[in-house]
């Protein structure tokens, strides 16, 4: 046991400070409805990656510019005959395809492609951890900044106007803590997997949520709890720690969902 507790540690550790980020960022993520774009970003990692790997820049530098060009080509991209979903999606796919084709062909780590798929927690050891930790805790005060305004502007954005907020000048706020936590958020889960640890624990917290600080508090701890499964049942079905992880999620939305409508179909015929 003790043994297993010296691999698995530092992957649970790291996981549990990663979800302290995802959490909330992910219910802003809902409010604000911009999960297409989350896994647009999600999906440039990759590419990011690719051409870090090829320049020979830090991993994080790589990101960083392919995140910018995303949403730079979104704003350029902005047309109303075209619906912003289906852009999205397609800038989605298209990234996961260039990054793939660059990461393959253009660099050495064809042997790592599941890993930046997939993610791999239990790569990590206690040295990789005070590194994430920082990274969290800038990215949980950068969203502590912005929270107050991102919550006015989900819930009313003219009046977030008339106070004096300007949309877009806190939506590129928000586009970087969320590039921020999708470079970070890539070993864990990986490229194809990082929306649904976002969008996940905060659409599960929603069913049984009355207010915004609930969906919150309850969206940390199903985030808590997918990452303590996922990295176990990563071991005992050995699979991709991420897959795993997001797998776990998934399932307690389904559950979630369907005792939700148990209860709701209950006290419907209740009152009728």
Same mark, same amino acid.
């Given at each position: ?7 698995? %540690? ?11 980020? =995802? ?12 999960? #297409? ?10 590419? @990011? ?11 994080? *530098?790589?990101?960083?510019? /392919? ?8 704003? &350029? ?6 619906? %912003? ?6 800038? %989605? ?5 260039? @990054? ?12 790592? /492609?599941?890993?930046? +798929? ?18 969290? +805790? ?7 900044? *912005? ?5 006015? *502007?989900?819930?009313?954005? %003219? ?21 921020? #936590? ?8 990986? =490229?194809?997997?990082? =929306? @649904? ?36 049942? =990563? ?13 776990? +999620?998934?399932?307690?939305? #389904?559950?979630? #969902? ?8 209950? &006290? ?5």
């Amino acid at each position: 046991m003790t043994a297993w507790l010296a691999i698995i %540690a530092p992957a649970w550790i790291a996981g549990s400070i990663l979800a302290l980020l =995802s959490a909330p960022l992910g219910c802003l993520v809902l409010w604000r409805r911009m999960a #297409f774009f989350a896994d647009a970003l999600a999906h440039g990692t990759l590419l @990011g990656v690719a051409l870090a790997a090829w320049w020979q820049l830090p991993m994080g *530098i790589g990101i960083a510019l /392919v995140s910018i060009a995303v949403v730079l080509g979104l704003v &350029f991209m902005d047309d109303e005959r075209l619906p %912003a979903d289906a852009v999205l999606a397609v800038v %989605a796919v298209s990234l996961l395809c260039l @990054g793939l084709l660059a990461l393959t062909q253009l660099t050495d780590q064809q042997a790592n /492609v599941l890993g930046f +798929l997939f993610g791999n927690l239990l790569e990590l050891d206690w040295a990789d951890l005070p590194l994430l930790a920082g990274s969290v +805790l800038v990215g949980l005060g950068l969203l502590a900044y *912005i929270w107050p305004a991102q919550v006015k *502007i989900a819930t009313h954005e %003219a009046l977030a106007r008339i106070q004096g907020i300007n949309p877009t000048r806190q939506r590129l706020f928000f586009m970087g803590v969320l590039a921020g #936590f999708c470079a970070i958020a890539l070993q864990a889960v990986g =490229s194809l997997l990082i =929306s @649904g640890l976002l969008v996940l624990p905060a659409l599960t917290a929603r069913l049984w949520s009355k207010s915004p600080k609930q969906m919150v508090v309850i969206s940390l701890l199903i985030a808590q709890l997918g990452v303590t499964l996922g990295v176990w049942g =990563s071991i005992w079905l050995d699979i991709q720690t991420g897959l795993s992880i997001v797998l776990i +999620l998934a399932i307690l939305f #389904f559950i979630a #969902f369907i005792f939700s409508k148990i209860i709701a179909t209950k &006290f419907w015929s209740a009152r009728h």
